[in-house]
């Protein structure tokens, strides 16, 4: 079996992991492992759950320097960003470990008036976690969460670009949990594939077409999936809206972290006239503090890999070749390490590439609308949905097009990016398969129902 290497964004030659990749023997042997740590776990007290929680938190808590330092590192998050993420992470962890104490399940009145009719959450056993490099903590953690607060064992696979933040990570928490409660196994596809085959459940983040065969393969097995996968989020700026706050909020919501997460802005719809808009958008994005991720004040890392640089610049490319016109990017950063400066591109179609599909880093395309209508249709025509933000001072627009917009979440006033982790996360169409995740939804996932009926002997 290979060896997975990460390797940092902002310095290619610095060498942050090497671990022995986990193949499909190896994964058979840890959910076994595991299945046994779970029938103690999930049978146990809640009340041990959620003090095990705790004492998870305060662990993440204390190595939150060094693990902001690792997650820096290792996918090139600027260092304020990266701060919060592990701020989350602490916060995830206290409202599950809460949660753990919740009620698991509800009474019905019964038919007869006297039997006891209830409907009982239970723990799957093992879910198998499957998560990408780009929020290497906050992700995996608002998956183990809830998954180990209601009972289940977990088994998680990492992205092999944040394998060194995983191993940290896992190694924080170790002490706080029972043996074989919560384990890693690093890897690949392969490595992900064998944890498909083998976990009682599955949740997954990262792309469509991977997050698709998960869930499908998962779907045979007969066990629960859930997948969270690409967006091509559009922020909707109405002639109405303060466009210099809309400016600067939609400019961090398309680039900051090279616009490397899935909420990001990558369509930009100005309904009226584009050109006030257009101008002051251009202006935020230069202004934009762009280079080294370890800087307190940058905004706009390199990022993730040489291949995702290329990917930006070839949208930009092809954009360019659709009549597009690049008005600000459309280049490669300074130095060694996978910098692309932050791209626009105007004059494009609808229909052209950049504005149908997800290129995952610093490129956006501003989209003209004559009106509300238009705005409301080039928003939905696209096979992803996972959030949309509004831009306006009216209230009635803001009521009649936050319920029109075909995404799982709509922002209005604010940036399509940033999630609140308690309440439900998710999107629709080919963003999202299966319940929401965080919040209370995230119960629902990680258990299975049992409706109980207690009648009297006689
Ligand atoms: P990816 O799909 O390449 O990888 C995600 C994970 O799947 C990794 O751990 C990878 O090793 C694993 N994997 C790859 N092939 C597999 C297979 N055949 N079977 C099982 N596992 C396999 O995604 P990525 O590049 O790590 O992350 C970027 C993508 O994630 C973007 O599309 C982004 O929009 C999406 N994302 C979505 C959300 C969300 O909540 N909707 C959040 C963050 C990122």
Known sequence: MGTVTSTSPAAPGDVVGEFAEADAGAVVAVLEAARHAARGWGSGPAHQRARALHHAADAVEGAAGDLTELVVREVGKPLTEARGELARAVSILRYYAQQALDPDGETYPAADGRSLLMARRHPHGVAGLITPWNFPVAIPLWKAAPALAFGNAVVWK??????????????????????????????????????????????????????????????????????????????????????????????????????????????????????????????????????????????????????????VLNAARRATADSGTVVTGGRRGEGDGHWVAPTLVVGLTPDADLAQHEVFGPIAALLRARDAEEAVRIANDVSYGLVTALFTRDLDWALDLANRFETGMVKVNAATSGVDFHAPFGGEKRSSIGPREQGKAARDFYTASRTIALSPSA
Not at 205 to 218: D, H, K, L, N, Y
Not at 249 to 261: E, F, I, L, N, P
């Open 158 to 311: 990492p992205s092999p670009d944040a394998a060194a933040t995983a191993a940290a990570l896992a190694d924080v928490l170790g002490p706080a949990l029972p043996e074989a409660v919560l384990s890693v196994v690093q890897g690949g596809g392969e490595t992900g594939r064998a944890l498909v085959d083998g976990a009682d459940c599955v949740s997954f983040t990262g792309s469509v077409a991977v997050g698709t065969e998960v869930a499908v393969a998962a779907t045979r097995r007969g066990v629960p999936a859930q997948a969270e996968m690409g967006g091509l989020n559009a922020s909707v700026v109405m002639p109405d809206a303060d466009l210099s706050r809309a400016a600067a909020t939609v400019a961090s919501a398309a680039m900051g972290y090279a616009g490397q997460k899935c909420t990001a802005t990558s369509r930009v719809v100005v309904v009226g006239d584009p050109r006030p808009f257009t101008e002051a958008l251009v202006a935020a994005v230069e202004g934009l503090p762009v280079g080294d991720p370890a800087r307190e004040e940058t905004v706009v890392g390199p990022v993730i890999r040489a291949d995702a640089a290329q990917a």
